[in-house]
């Protein structure tokens, strides 16, 4: 499958999760960056949660990594982590 259509199916299952807090998609949010599908359905991205101690960002992290994965032809799911005060535990977590 093309990458480029695949990238467009990871962007818009993203903006279908929505952080309770704002009740905003995290697209809309600008929490995803860098987001790069390969035609093999390898998938990264760098997540930003919206403030170094923000209280979703653990749930909304596993969210990002479900529901890409939970698409067709995707092999694969990275998730880099910035802006958080606990980004690499958060990474360890959600890219076992």
């Known amino acids: 499958m093309e990458a480029e259509n695949m990238e467009s199916r990871v962007r818009h299952a993203l903006s279908e ?20 599908v390969t035609e093999d359905g390898e998938v990264g991205l760098v997540f930003r949660p919206s403030s170094p101690v923000c209280p979703m960002a653990y749930s909304l992290a596993n969210s990002i990594k ?3 994965e939970s698409l067709k ?11 958080f005060q606990n980004a690499d535990r958060l990474e360890r977590l959600v890219n076992q």
């Open 66 to 68: 479900k529901k890409i």
């Open 73 to 83: 032809d995707i092999r694969s799911v990275r998730i880099a982590v910035e802006n």
């Open 17 to 36: 999760i929505v952080d309770p807090e704002t009740g905003l998609n995290i697209m809309r949010m600008d929490l995803i960056h860098d987001l790069t």
